[in-house]
């Protein structure tokens, strides 16, 4: 069984390594062929057999999602929806999000067929959030666009979580003048029923803990509400390794189908004769189940609820059948229903961490006799599980929280037996006794305040974060060896020799550019600009893109994963080119996230103090590698200020020369070309402003002489950028065009031999569910 179903998830793992889907007819008339010209020695090709099968089911299921799939043709397009909101809606300040079921979609009168479920955005233009709640049924004018979502090394793939989510096409309500969005009262089929009382559930919530700290994450406990959660708290989750005591994780659903278990089979057998008829096992164990039911609805059966779900049900049926528990070959049950479930599951993170963490478990813990005490069998555990989930963790996030083990020890049995029980039982009573339900949910907000302390000054820790290069995929299978050396039964020969095993993961180093090349990134950001520029020791970004949302921005969600995915300790020099908010917007968040030596700026007095920043001019100058950079622009004492006041830097290497203009104008390109002249002219130029009609003059682009134009620009941006005619005019100059809106992040290579072909990250990291590279 053990060996079966890991021949199914490898076939599944295989389709999504792939670039692009194979056609799906032609597969499934080749399987039955092969089924029955095998079928002879059907035992022996059994793992083959299920491999294939893996593979097609996968293929199969993810063939149905595209088809779905919003036509490109109809991106940037206004529809008229008719649907139903499928979730809780996630609100802020100035906007509310949620997911529309669709039941009609019509374009100029006419009915179209394809997507299913929305993302929508709502940007109220009275700036009153409108009063939308799951299960409402709306009328709505909306734009819409294919899923897409920056393209960068080391960054969140945005297209891959639209799609484990089934979402169709992103949008937004169109709210102007003549737009008509319309309530048409409530759905009362059984899923939106379970919406809408989830949502109900978890406004009372809000209303009993109305101003306290922690009211968000109890919402999340009790419905899996996460919308109120603030950035710092998930921060402080994340960096002590306890994000997964977060909403109703498979911690939680398991815990309190045990606790269930345990009263009820307690409370049947009291019942005396009832027990000869009914062992207490047996209906503990339908009760467990029917726990675990119903604290995954309260989830809205989200795919984590349901992966644990079935993981419970599936030990719990061994019981009630009275069936002999075996872990190997229960896991191995329940991961098969999973994959039978979800075969996308293997895209998610917290898919490949619960299984790895249960594994860990019945390897290092199951038939173990010690004589050591409760607590000390429990910290211990903690510490064989991050030992046994340091791959996955590195391989699959870069980073290992070594605190996290004392971060667990204390927090799961306080949250898991102070804080859940009561906010739980608190949230069903809230609508019957409103007086009793209020004193259990302050209690468990009490709880949670008293803990959140102790989790803030371990997140503080100096060092308690180690952060690593992506380490090669071939490190894993000594890692796996080590693993379950260090992990073996005390008195197992060599087992210190797991550490060494250990090392090629953990010791890997980014390669780095030769003395003398340099490499040159342009990140995907969206509308705006940020830029990596690495020489053999030292590393330079050029703006730190946009602020993307109320607590994120380029430099969290982009600049800090791709420095860390590129083995950047530091950052020598930040130079933020404009100090307009698509440049400066992620400025403070990388400042906070790694070492910064120096920060240049066009104005320094309009950017964030704790910078300490100073001018950027035109004289500044220095060398790193065998590499000049220079700034060329503003000069000093110039009386430009705004766009035309940007910094500019040139990059020498002997292999080539790299223009980063930021956003300059017509004016402050005539004063470069009157005094640079030929010097000004470059291999690979990043066009300025975006490509907008106000720069880029003739004469510009006849003194640079580009190979390579570089726009940064957002897909599908509202302001229409790199303006058509000025792509028209750098293509008669035969240089070739790239955009980070399109292409996803432009990486270069400049050595002695010259400019290797540019790296375009959509291209190269492009899974099937990914939006192919567009074209000019």
Not at 253 to 268: D, E, S
Not at 718 to 745: E, K, T, W
Request: charged fraction near 15%; aromatic fraction near 10%; hydrophobic fraction near 45%.
């Amino acid at each position: 069984m053990r060996n079966g179903t890991l021949a199914f998830l490898a076939g599944i793992v295989a389709v999504q390594l792939l670039p692009q889907l194979p056609d799906v007819r032609w597969a499934w008339w080749l399987f039955p062929i092969v089924i029955i010209v095998c079928l002879p020695w059907s035992r022996r090709l059994r793992i083959p057999l299920l491999i294939g099968g893996g593979f097609l089911y996968a293929l199969w299921r993810a063939d149905l999602i595209l088809s779905n799939r919003l036509p490109e043709a109809l991106s940037g397009q206004d529809l008229q929806v008719t649907g139903v909101i499928a979730d809780l809606p996630d609100r802020s300040r100035e906007r509310v999000s949620f997911t529309l079921r669709v039941e009609k979609i019509m374009t100029d009168g006419r009915p179209i067929s394809g997507p299913q479920r929305l993302r929508i955005s709502w940007y109220p233009r009275t700036g009153y959030l409108p009063a939308v709640h799951a299960a409402q049924r709306w009328q709505l004018s909306v734009r819409v666009k294919t899923p897409h979502g920056m393209m960068n090394p080391g960054g969140f793939d945005y297209e891959g979580y639209l799609f484990r989510a089934r979402i169709d096409a992103t949008g937004y309500v169109r709210d102007g003048a003549g737009e008509v969005n319309r309530h048409l009262g409530v759905a009362t089929d059984p899923r939106s029923r379970l919406q809408q009382f989830r949502d109900q559930l978890s406004q009372r919530i809000a209303g009993q803990l109305q101003g306290r700290a922690c009211a968000g994450i109890v919402r999340a406990l009790v419905v899996g509400d996460t919308g109120a959660i603030t950035y710092t708290q998930w921060q402080v989750f994340r960096d002590t390794g306890t994000v997964h005591l977060i909403a109703i994780s498979g911690m939680h659903v398991t815990l309190i189908a045990g606790a269930a278990y345990v009263l009820m089979r307690w409370l049947w057998r009291l019942t005396g004769r009832w027990c000869l008829r009914w062992p207490a096992p047996q209906v503990a164990a339908l009760a467990g189940m029917l726990v675990a039911v119903i604290y995954a609805a309260l989830a809205g059966f989200t795919i984590p609820t349901q992966r644990a779900l079935v993981m419970t049900t599936v030990l719990m049926l061994a019981v009630w059948r009275r069936c002999t528990v075996l872990p190997g070959h229960t896991l191995s049950v329940a991961l098969m229903l999973v994959l039978l479930l979800d075969p996308l599951a293997v895209l998610a993170g917290g898919f490949w961490l619960s299984f790895v963490a249960v594994a860990v478990i019945c390897y290092a813990m199951m038939y173990r006799i010690s004589d050591r005490g409760l607590w000390w069998r429990w910290g211990r555990l903690h510490l064989l599980m991050m030992i046994g989930l340091m791959p996955a963790l590195l391989l699959l996030f870069q980073q290992l929280p070594w605190l996290s083990p004392l971060a667990n020890f204390i927090a799961i049995p306080w949250i898991d037996v102070l804080v859940v029980p009561a906010a739980l039982l608190g949230g069903l009573l809230s609508g019957v006794f409103p007086f009793l339900s209020k004193i259990l949910l302050l209690f468990s907000n009490l709880m949670l305040e008293g803990l959140w302390p102790l989790l803030h000054a371990l997140a503080d820790v100096r060092g308690g974060q180690w952060w690593q290069h992506h380490p090669p995929l071939w490190s894993l299978l000594p890692a796996l060896i080590g693993v379950a050396l260090l992990l073996a039964p005390r008195g197992w020969p060599g087992r210190w020799l797991g550490v060494i095993w250990l090392l090629p993961l953990v010791t890997y180093t980014a390669p780095r550019p030769a003395p003398g090349a340099v490499w040159f990134s342009l990140l995907d950001v969206g509308q705006g600009l940020a830029a990596v520029i690495q020489t053999s020791q030292h590393t330079l970004v050029y703006d730190t893109g946009p602020r993307l949302g109320e607590t994120l921005d380029s430099g969290r969600t982009v600049l800090l994963p791709y420095l860390r995915d590129h083995g950047v300790g530091r950052v020598d020099v930040l130079m933020i080119g404009h100090s307009d908010l698509d440049h400066r917007g992620g400025a403070e968040s990388l400042y906070q996230g790694i070492p910064v030596r120096d920060v240049l700026g066009s104005e320094p007095g309009r950017l964030p103090a704790m910078l300490h920043s100073r001018r950027c001019q035109a004289g500044q100058r220095w060398s790193w590698d065998q590499v000049e950079l220079a700034v060329i622009h503003p000069q000093p004492g110039s009386f430009f200020t705004g766009n035309n006041g940007s910094c500019v830097l040139q990059v020498t290497a002997r292999g080539g020369r790299v223009l980063l203009a930021g956003d300059i104008e017509a004016p402050a390109e005539r004063q470069l070309l009157a005094g640079m002249g030929t010097a000004l002219r470059a291999d690979i130029l990043v066009a300025p402003h975006h490509g907008s009609r106000t720069s880029s003059t003739p004469e510009f682009i006849d003194q640079v002489q580009p190979r390579y134009v570089l726009f940064a620009a957002g897909y599908l941006n509202r302001f229409h950028l790199p303006r058509d005619d000025i792509v028209d005019r750098y293509r008669r100059h035969q240089a070739m065009l790239l955009s980070s809106g399109l292409h996803g992040a432009v990486m270069f290579h400049i050595d002695d031999q010259g400019i290797a072909p540019p790296g375009l990250y959509r291209q190269q990291g492009r899974r099937y569910w990914h939006r192919p590279p567009g074209r000019f």
